[in-house]
C-alpha cells in the first residue's frame, strides 16, 4: 500500500504533525497531496513569511511555474494560494519599494480575511506607496498589527492605518522613534484597541493624557466625560519612554479597562509616583524595569493593590524587600524576581506568605539553595510553573522536592544531563516535568501568561 492510496483523513492526520516548510515541500510532489496538503485545518496559526524583494523569485505549485517577478502572474498566484490553505496571519520580512502598493493591493483583494500583519525590520527609504495604499484599501479583518522596529512608521503612517484598518485589537510600535503624541491622539479612532506597544518611542504625559479622555485647558489638563478615549485598552507598554514622568499615572487611572502595565524605573521616581499605581483600580498585571525594587514593595503592600502578577525586571530586592510580601499582595498568583541577592530566607518568606503563587520566577537568583526547591515543593500547592534559569547552586538533588504537576524552565547542565528518574519516566504522561530551555527567563514568562492568563480570565 502506497501513499497515494491511504484515505485523507489519515494523510491530514499525518501532516499535522509536519513543520510548515515540509507541508511546502509535500505540496511539489503531486496534485493528490497538494490537495490533501491544502486542508485549511494543516495551516491554522501559520505566519506565512514573504520575502518580496527580489527580482529572481521562482514559486512552483502543480503545473505553474514562474521566473520573476516581472511575470505579473506569479504575485497574484502567491496571495491565492496563501488564501486557498487558509493563511491569515503574514509577515513582510522584504519588500519590492517599487512594487510595494502592487503588493498591498494583491494582498487585499486575494486574502480578504487576512487579519495579523507584520512588518519585520523594514528600513524604506519612502513609505509614500504604504500610505497611498493604506489610503485606497480596506482590511476590515485586520486585528493584529506589528510595525515595530520600522524607520518609516511617523504620524502619516498611523493615519492611513486607522482609516483602512479601524477594527484593530493589537498595535506594536516598539523602537519607532517618529512615534509620538500626534501618533496616539489619531489612535483614539481605534475603538476595539485592547494592547498597545510603545516601547521606547517619543510619546509624553501629553500623549497618555489625550488617550485617556482627559484635554489641555489653560495649561492644565482637565478629565472630561465627554471626551475620546481608549476605553478598551488592556494593556499599555511603556517601557523605556524618557519622556513620560510620574505625572502621568494619575491619567491612566481613567482607562476603565487597564489590567496591564509595563513601564520602567525613570517614569517611578518618588513614593507618591508608585501609590499612584495602586489606585488603578482595574491594573491586575504589573511589569517594572530597573526599579529599586524594595521601596516598591513596600509602597504596594501598604495600599490595596488588586495584582494578580507581579513581574519586576532588573530590579534590586534583597530579603528585607521580600518581607512586603507578608501584607498587601492576597490576589498574587504570578510572581517574578530577577535578582542577584535573594536568598533561600527569601525563598522561604514567599512560600509562607504567598501560598497561592501559580507561577514563581526566580531566574538569576545566585544565591538560593536546594534548600529554596524544598521550601516550594513543601508550601506552593497551587504552583504550576517554576523557572530557575542561571541559579548556579541547584543541581539535581533538589529535584526530588519538586511535585511531579509542575512544569520547570532550567538551563542548568547539571540537571539536564543528569535528571532524577523520576522526571524521565514515561509511565505516567501526565505527572511528566518537562526540563524546557529558554533564552530568558522573560520568554518562558510570556510563553506560560499567554496561555494561563486568558484561561482564567486575567
Known amino acids: 500500500m502506497n501513499l497515494h492510496e491511504f484515505p485523507n483523513e489519515i494523510l491530514i492526520h499525518i501532516f499535522k504533525y509536519l513543520t510548515t516548510q515540509s507541508k511546502v515541500n509535500i505540496a511539489l510532489t503531486c496534485k493528490k497531496l497538494k490537495n490533501v496538503i491544502y486542508v485549511k485545518v494543516l495551516w491554522q496559526n501559520v505566519i506565512a513569511k514573504l520575502n518580496l524583494q527580489h527580482k529572481s523569485i521562482k514559486i512552483k505549485g502543480g503545473n505553474k511555474k514562474f521566473k520573476s517577478d516581472q511575470d505579473e502572474a506569479w504575485p497574484d498566484y502567491l496571495f491565492k494560494s496563501l488564501n486557498e490553505r487558509g493563511i491569515n496571519q503574514v509577515a513582510l520580512v522584504s519588500v519590492n519599494q517599487s512594487r510595494l502598493k502592487v503588493d498591498m493591493d494583491l494582498m487585499s483583494k486575494y486574502m480578504p480575511t487576512l487579519n495579523v500583519l507584520i512588518f519585520k525590520n523594514m528600513n524604506l527609504q519612502s513609505n509614500s506607496q504604504l500610505i497611498q495604499s493604506m489610503q485606497q484599501l480596506s482590511f476590515l479583518n485586520m486585528v493584529s498589527l506589528d510595525l515595530s522596529f520600522n524607520s518609516f512608521v511617523n504620524a502619516a503612517v498611523i493615519q492611513s492605518i486607522v482609516s483602512s484598518m479601524p477594527h484593530l485589537k493589537y498595535l506594536y510600535l516598539i523602537g519607532n522613534m517618529a512615534v509620538n503624541d500626534d501618533c496616539l491622539v489619531l489612535l483614539l479612532s481605534l475603538k476595539q484597541l485592547q494592547i498597545l506597544n510603545l516601547c521606547a518611542t517619543k510619546i509624553s504625559d501629553y500623549g497618555l493624557a489625550i488617550i485617556s479622555g482627559y484635554v489641555l485647558h489653560s495649561d492644565k489638563f482637565i478629565y472630561d466625560k465627554s471626551a475620546p478615549l481608549l476605553s478598551k485598552l488592556q494593556t499599555l507598554n511603556i517601557d523605556l519612554c524618557f519622556k513620560v514622568t510620574?505625572?502621568?499615572?494619575?491619567?491612566?487611572?481613567?482607562?476603565?479597562?487597564?489590567?496591564?502595565?509595563?513601564?520602567?524605573?525613570?517614569?517611578?521616581?518618588?513614593?507618591?509616583?508608585?501609590?499612584?499605581?495602586?489606585?488603578?483600580?482595574?491594573?491586575?498585571?504589573?511589569?517594572?524595569?530597573?526599579?529599586?525594587?524594595?521601596?516598591?514593595?513596600?509602597?504596594?503592600?501598604?495600599?490595596?493593590?488588586?495584582?494578580?502578577?507581579?513581574?519586576?525586571?532588573?530590579?534590586?530586592?534583597?530579603?528585607?524587600?521580600?518581607?512586603?510580601?507578608?501584607?498587601?499582595?492576597?490576589?498574587?498568583?504570578?510572581?517574578?524576581?530577577?535578582?542577584?541577592?535573594?536568598?533561600?530566607?527569601?525563598?522561604?518568606?514567599?512560600?509562607?506568605?504567598?501560598?497561592?503563587?501559580?507561577?514563581?520566577?526566580?531566574?538569576?537568583?545566585?544565591?538560593?539553595?536546594?534548600?529554596?526547591?524544598?521550601?516550594?515543593?513543601?508550601?506552593?500547592?497551587?504552583?504550576?510553573?517554576?523557572?530557575?534559569?542561571?541559579?548556579?547552586?541547584?543541581?539535581?538533588?533538589?529535584?526530588?522536592?519538586?511535585?511531579?504537576?509542575?512544569?520547570?524552565?532550567?538551563?542548568?547542565?547539571?540537571?539536564?544531563?543528569?535528571?532524577?528518574?523520576?522526571?524521565?519516566?514515561?509511565?505516567?504522561?501526565?505527572?511528566?516535568?518537562?526540563?524546557?530551555?529558554?533564552?530568558?527567563?522573560?520568554?518562558?514568562?510570556?510563553?506560560?501568561?499567554?496561555?494561563?492568563?486568558?484561561?482564567?480570565?486575567?
Open 246 to 458: 510620574c505625572n502621568s499615572w494619575p491619567f491612566l487611572q481613567s482607562l476603565p479597562s487597564l489590567k496591564t502595565l509595563i513601564t520602567s524605573s525613570d517614569n517611578l521616581v518618588s513614593s507618591s509616583a508608585i501609590e499612584s499605581l495602586v489606585h488603578m483600580k482595574t491594573l491586575r498585571c504589573l511589569y517594572i524595569r530597573g526599579c529599586v525594587g524594595n521601596e516598591v514593595l513596600q509602597v504596594l503592600s501598604e495600599g490595596d493593590n488588586k495584582l494578580q502578577m507581579l513581574h519586576l525586571i532588573d530590579c534590586k530586592v534583597n530579603d528585607i524587600g521580600v518581607q512586603y510580601f507578608s501584607t498587601g499582595f492576597r490576589n498574587l498568583s504570578f510572581l517574578s524576581l530577577n535578582s542577584y541577592k535573594i536568598t533561600d530566607s527569601c525563598v522561604a518568606t514567599i512560600c509562607q506568605h504567598l501560598p497561592q503563587l501559580v507561577l514563581l520566577d526566580l531566574a538569576a537568583c545566585c544565591g538560593i539553595t536546594n534548600c529554596s526547591l524544598k521550601y516550594i515543593g513543601k508550601c506552593l500547592e497551587h504552583l504550576m510553573f517554576l523557572c530557575i534559569d542561571s541559579c548556579p547552586k541547584l543541581t539535581s538533588n533538589g529535584l526530588q522536592y519538586i511535585p511531579l504537576n509542575f512544569q520547570i524552565s532550567c538551563d542548568m547542565v547539571n540537571m539536564l544531563m543528569t535528571p532524577h528518574p523520576k522526571y524521565i519516566s514515561d509511565s505516567n504522561s501526565t505527572g511528566k516535568i518537562w526540563l524546557t530551555k529558554f533564552s530568558h527567563s522573560c520568554d518562558f514568562f510570556f510563553k506560560i501568561l499567554d496561555g494561563v492568563l486568558h484561561k482564567n480570565n486575567i
